[in-house]
């Protein structure tokens, strides 16, 4: 199956910090990246849907000015979560969509804001 | 919008056994039903998926089978191993682009040596 990578793997930050993540198609290009938010034993939830050359589509109850979404290249997505709280603190996973619709997931972000 | 429903939540088997995770759906025209598979603390992993033009895949020991009639599909995994312990997902599509997915709640499966 394709590659998708993400950095950092985990970061810990301070109240009130920035923190930016990034997800790479490595073998493929990718016109639409997903980021999704995964609470210990939960489900993936969709945070938005990032496309290339176009704002993203963030999902309902999802802050779009604290989760800053930026889609540079068909191969490069970036999640910046702005002034982090605690509440942030979670495993982020990215995934790329090739073009016969499968997804393939990043290794995961896990953010803990302290 | 889809509906994804997914049962049992915890699975616990013996080596050897089969495993059945079922999910439902409610959009009738969703055609493609991936499943991943999450160790702890890793990405999920995609490991089959099925489109509605045929009722039924198989991968070695993991197939999946679909009911279009009654919206349902089915992750069956033989001879299982400790190593398939995990927690499986089923997904739909959200809509008519295919592109954004709806996950069931996952599936933990326990495979007892």
């Known amino acids: 199956g394709a590659v998708v990578s993400q950095h950092p793997s985990r970061v810990i930050c301070k109240s009130g910090t920035s923190v930016k993540i990034e997800c790479r198609s490595l073998d493929f290009q990718a016109t639409t990246m997903f980021w999704y938010r995964q609470f210990p034993k939960k489900s993936l939830m969709l945070m938005a849907t990032s496309n290339e050359g176009s704002k993203a589509t963030y999902e309902q109850g999802v802050e779009k000015d604290k989760f800053l979404i930026n889609h540079a290249s068909l191969t490069l997505s970036t999640l910046t979560v702005t002034s982090a709280h605690p509440e942030d603190s979670s495993f982020y996973i990215c995934s790329a969509r090739d073009q016969i619709h499968e997804q393939f997931f990043g290794p995961g972000t896990r953010l803990t804001v302290l | 919008g889809e509906n994804v429903e997914q049962h049992p939540s915890t699975l616990s088997v013996q080596e050897g056994d089969s495993a059945v995770i079922k999910c439902t759906y409610s959009d009738s025209a969703s055609n493609y039903f991936p499943w991943y598979k999450q160790e702890l603390g890793k990405r999920p992993q995609l490991i089959i998926d099925i489109r509605s033009n045929v009722g039924e895949k198989k991968d070695q020991r993991i197939a999946v089978t679909l009911n279009k009639t009654a919206k349902h599909f089915s992750l069956h995994i033989t001879e299982t191993q400790p190593e398939d312990s995990a927690v499986y997902f089923c997904?739909?599509?959200?809509?008519?682009?295919?592109?954004?997915?709806?996950f069931g709640t996952g599936t933990r499966l326990l495979v007892s040596p």
């Open positions: 997904a739909a599509p959200r809509d008519t682009g295919f592109q954004k997915l709806v």
